[in-house]
């Protein structure tokens, strides 16, 4: 064949769609990359954990703190996307009951690369949760640093007090320039 290509079939039938609007999810598959499935969950994370530190002897009241914030980010955003393909993961094996493979392994018995993102995720989730004290450990942990460093600011806080009680008065300060008047007066 020189180039040719021979058509099977009758001719085309001149089937025509609408381009995809801006925002389909046509290719969507988990949305653990979709900023815009990703944010609605994340804000949704900080405000429940904002909401439950903000009342009184909270565990982790130290999370209100605005200094928390990316921290917080970060975590909501990596528990996002774990919820996001944790989703997608249960909706496989719920796809496809006669394999009973489960949802992270494909029709081969292949690990998904979607179950090999999970894993990472998982793993990082733990490193941001630890951070905050987002787990019994971890929260003892961060409790008992946070207190040492009151205990610190106390301590410097009392010895400053302390040398600043021990130390001499200032004396006033004399006016001199009653004095330079006078001599100035005598030269002239």
């Not at 429940?48 to 009241?61: C, D, K, N, S």
């Not at 990082?124 to 949760?129: F, G, N, P, T, Y």
């Not at 205990?151 to 001199?176: K, N, Q, T, Y």
Request: aromatic share 4%.
């Amino acid at each position: 064949m020189s180039g040719d290509v021979e058509r099977v079939g009758g001719p085309a039938r001149g089937y025509r769609w609408a381009p995809f609007e801006k925002g389909n999810e046509v290719t969507l598959k988990h949305g653990a990359w979709s900023p815009r499935k990703i944010a609605p969950l994340a804000a949704e994370l900080i405000d429940h954990v904002l909401i439950a530190a903000e009342h009184p002897g909270a565990q982790t009241a130290w999370l209100a703190d605005p200094s928390y914030r990316p921290a917080l980010v970060a975590w909501s955003r990596c528990e996002a996307r774990i919820q996001l393909l944790h989703e997608y993961l249960d909706r496989l094996t719920d796809f496809d009951p006669e394999t009973g493979r489960p949802g992270d392994l494909d029709d081969e018995g292949a690990t998904r690369p979607a179950s090999e993102l999970l894993v990472k995720l998982e793993a990082q989730a733990l490193k941001h949760r630890e951070r905050l004290g987002l787990d019994p450990l971890a929260r003892s942990k961060l409790g008992r640093a946070l207190a040492a460093t009151a205990v610190d600011l106390s301590a410097v806080a009392a010895s400053g007090a302390a040398a600043l009680a021990s130390r001499p008065p200032i004396p006033e300060p004399v006016d001199d320039d009653d004095d330079e008047k006078d001599d100035d007066d005598d030269d002239g």
